[in-house]
């Protein structure tokens, strides 16, 4: 039909797009050369409902996928890279249970987690493990565990008062901060200005101070000067 070439538009769009109503208009002819006349773009239209089924059969697709890996996984038991979780799938398929190797505590996995454990075996972050594996890297996380403890029971029987600037893992390198003691606090809070001879002492938030004390109270240094 020319008037659609005239008005822009592809014939074939604008009836694939509104065929439901066209089919059902009393004057089909009028109906449609209304529909030539609007602003409506119904190539896009298209496109976006395209693009939109594309994505949803490939998410039904990974997720078949997904469910084929994890059927072939049952009665295996993976771990992650760390060795500190175990993961096994349970309940026919239905549910993951990961399990902390350290504390011996079990969480279920419910839901959409099938892709996600498809994935994380696809990349190489969990592997599977025989019984022997197991038991050791349960024995380390245990070990580990115990370690940590007694450097932290270590650190308060030193300093006579809780004391939470300590290494929890041997192998991390994160740490858990507690409070200060009042003593390092008014330390922390002694700054002396080093760039201008004759600037006054500045002040310190108390956010500042208590970075400053407990950067001191865990590195065993000197008073910090800013």
């Not at 769009?13 to 119904?42: C, M």
């Not at 190539?43 to 084929?68: F, I, N, P, T, W």
Request: aromatic share 6%; net charge positive; hydrophobic share 40%.
């Amino acid at each position: 039909m020319g008037e659609a070439r005239e008005h822009g538009k592809r014939l074939s769009d604008v009836v694939e797009v509104t065929w439901n109503n066209l089919a059902k208009a009393d004057n089909p002819i009028n109906y449609l050369r209304k529909l030539l006349t609007s602003p409506v773009d119904f190539g896009y239209s298209l496109r976006v409902k395209a693009e939109e089924k594309a994505r949803v059969d490939a998410l039904q697709a990974q997720k078949r996928k997904a469910e084929k890996v994890v059927r072939a996984s049952m009665g295996k038991v993976f771990v992650d890279l760390l060795g500190t979780h175990q993961y096994v799938v349970d309940d026919g398929g239905r549910t993951l249970a990961v399990t902390d190797l350290a504390e011996g505590v079990v969480r279920r996995s419910v839901g959409e987690w099938q892709v996600e454990f498809m994935l994380m075996l696809k990349e190489g972050c969990w592997r599977a493990v025989t019984a022997d594996e197991l038991e050791q890297l349960r024995a380390t996380a245990i070990a580990q565990r115990e370690q940590a403890l007694e450097l932290q029971r270590a650190s308060e029987l030193e300093d006579g008062a809780p004391n939470h600037y300590v290494i929890r893992e041997k192998t991390g390198s994160y740490y858990t901060i507690g409070h200060p003691s009042q003593v390092a606090r008014e330390e922390a809070h002694k700054v002396h200005p080093l760039l201008k001879k004759n600037e006054k002492p500045r002040a310190l938030t108390t956010t500042a101070a208590e970075a400053l004390a407990g950067l001191r109270a865990l590195l065993k240094i000197k008073p910090v000067t800013a």
